[in-house]
């Protein structure tokens, strides 16, 4: 009788042959509202490893140089070099070392994630300020401490995607096996 009775009571609350209809089904709060089209694109910026997604614009190193002394060395130290924030540059074991030290250039397997990444969530107390040729700029600063480009370089859309990243084989690159599968 004791594990009966709690079972008696849930049918018992419920009206025999009663369904609920779609006219009766729960509506929403009617909280926020549809995004407009400039929303949308405000977060409609993805840059995917080929390149897909990159904008119109350039920035060279020396631009590079000024933005970042301003915007990003408070916390990532001079040059790249590690400060409150992570190291950019300056691994002192390289990628033939036994335990890289982790830098873009030990690490990032693509420069155009790069941009995205630095265009999207940097500098991480203002992110969103970097335009895209400032993000350009930056990025050809970051290749630059890293070794990858020269000093004289000025990226664009086009000589980004041609940049190879010194790690680009060392992931398992599960976006372009998904690819080939298709
Ligand atoms: C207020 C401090 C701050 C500022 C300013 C800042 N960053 Fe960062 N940055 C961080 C922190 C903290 C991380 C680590 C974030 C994480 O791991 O998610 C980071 C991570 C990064 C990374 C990824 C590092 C890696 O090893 O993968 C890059 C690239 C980067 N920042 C670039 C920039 C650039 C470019 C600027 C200037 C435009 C900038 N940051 C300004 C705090 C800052």
Not at 76 to 90: F, K, N, Q
């Amino acid at each position: 009788m004791k594990h009966l009775l709690p079972a008696l009571i849930l049918f018992a609350s419920i009206p025999a042959g009663i369904e609920l209809s779609r006219a009766d089904a729960p509506v929403g709060p009617h909280l926020g509202r549809a995004a407009s089209a400039g929303e949308i694109a405000r977060f409609d910026i993805n840059v995917f490893p080929d390149g897909t997604g990159l904008p119109p614009g350039s920035g060279s190193v020396a631009q590079g140089k000024l933005i970042y002394d301003r915007q990003c060395l408070a916390c990532h130290g001079e040059g790249g070099t590690g400060s409150s924030a992570d190291p950019l540059a300056g691994a002192e074991m390289g990628l033939t070392g036994e335990w890289p030290d982790q830098t873009i250039g030990t690490y990032w397997p693509y420069a155009t994630t790069l941009f995205d990444f630095n265009r999207r969530s940097m500098p991480m107390d203002k992110p969103g300020l970097l335009t895209n040729d400032n993000t350009y700029a930056i990025t050809a600063y970051l290749l630059y401490l890293n070794g990858i480009i020269d000093e004289e370089t000025t990226l664009d859309a086009g000589t980004l995607m041609q940049v190879k990243m010194p790690n680009r084989d060392g992931f398992i690159n599960v976006w372009e096996n998904e690819r080939q599968k298709k």
